[in-house]
């Protein structure tokens, strides 16, 4: 396990890895990016070796889950999409004028808005980092549409792309994140406000890296939040405090096991090439890496469904929830915890046995109480 984002064992060079990625993908494959959407689910579950993997070879988690007989309908519709997009470019027409209104800019030209244009994510994200250094450096405000961020996750590089990042003129920058769903009577949904508090602090956490080598930086760990004001497509925003997804993100990325960890581990010429591989030829791929399922994974992860059916075919304990697994200690399929419960397996002196026996006692004398009712 990695000590920090950063640290761990000595790698193979970058292009052997990507090589061996490139193998598990399939060399014709087109790799899928991870965005903050993806790392935030992933940071959820960092146990999970098999969304690790798939995710860091870019594998097309959709398609290999149809493949597998489990499709999920996970992710968004194309009409919140188009609904999305809509309402963002108008939070951003005319020079981003409804947007840094909601920033107390009457004027847009009194805010720099810096070409971001560059070769591929690796010079979007080199100009982007240029252009937080000039911004900072000039002390004006600058607004950054669509910049690119740089981040390394279990050893593998990610490139991440918030709606936009504000610079002030005293050198601190905000993640600004628009979403279409409305904030009614000053509030929004508690669901969706926490998802896009947990996909702002990835974002947040990648900034930091630039902020580190950037003298008169300093992130803002407050994002800006705009939705539709009530039921009209009017903007509106609110300020969202980061500080407990970001230290919670920030723990889980640190546990993730590096990639090529994981690639090492996996036999000779396993390959997750959706388009080449038979459905059996995935389907024994796939169970060479351990997974972590819970049913959070649900709203998640294309392979959900594929996950949960093979959890439940093997009695796992972990199918019916991380809170229930906890609980039970050792006991991790639901056939030692009937056993356990009947007296018949487990140590008497453990507590989750102790609590099982004892439940199962109350409910015998509750049946037997309505019984004679």
């Known amino acids: ?158 490139y991440l792309e918030p709606d936009a990042v504000v610079v002030r003129p005293d050198g601190g920058w905000t993640v600004v994140e628009i979403k279409s769903f409305p904030m009614i009577d000053g509030s929004a949904d508690a669901s969706k406000v926490g998802a896009a508090a947990r996909q702002a602090a990835v974002y947040v956490l990648a900034l930091e ?51 090529e960890e994981i690639a090492d581990a996996l036999p000779e010429g396993v390959t997750f090439d959706v388009a080449e591989c038979s459905a059996e030829e995935l389907a024994s791929a796939v169970e060479c890496v351990p997974h972590a399922y819970a049913p959070e994974c649900l709203a998640a992860c294309e392979l959900a469904f594929h996950c949960r059916e093979r959890a439940r075919a093997a009695d796992a304990v972990a199918a019916l929830g991380r809170s ?5 200690g050792g006991l991790t399929t639901v056939g030692a915890v009937l056993a356990a419960a009947r007296g018949e397996a487990g140590d008497p002196d453990d507590p989750a046995v102790a609590a099982l026996r004892r439940a199962r006692a109350l409910r015998a004398e509750a049946l037997e109480v309505a019984g004679c009712r």
Do not use: Y
């Open 1 to 158: 396990m990695s000590a920090s984002l950063g640290s761990g064992p000595h790698r193979p060079p970058q292009t052997t890895l990507r090589h061996r990625l490139a193998e598990l993908r399939g060399p014709a494959a087109v790799p899928r990016p991870l965005d903050a959407r993806a790392l935030a689910a992933l940071a959820a579950n960092p146990g999970c070796r098999r969304r690790a993997i798939l995710d860091g070879a870019g594998v097309d988690k959709t398609a290999l889950a149809a493949k597998l007989g489990a499709p999920s309908a996970f992710g968004q519709s194309q009409f919140a999409i188009a609904r999305g997009n809509a309402f963002e470019a108008k939070v951003k027409a005319d020079g981003g004028r409804e947007l840094l209104a909601l920033l107390g800019i009457a004027e847009p030209g009194e805010v720099d808005l810096p070409e971001l244009a560059a070769a591929g994510p690796e010079g979007r994200a080199a100009r982007t980092a240029l252009a937080l250094r000039e911004a900072t450096a000039a002390g004006r405000w600058a607004l950054l549409d669509h910049p690119m961020l740089a981040l390394e996750v279990a050893g593998s590089p990610v």
């Open 209 to 259: 890296k630039v902020a580190a080598v950037t003298e008169g930086a300093t992130v803002a760990h407050r994002v800006l939040l705009v939705c539709p004001k009530d039921f009209s497509n009017l903007p509106t925003a609110s300020a969202v405090d980061v500080r407990k997804q970001l230290a919670v993100t920030r723990r889980q990325l640190t546990r993730l096991t590096r990639i």
């Open 324 to 328: 229930v697994r906890g609980e039970l």
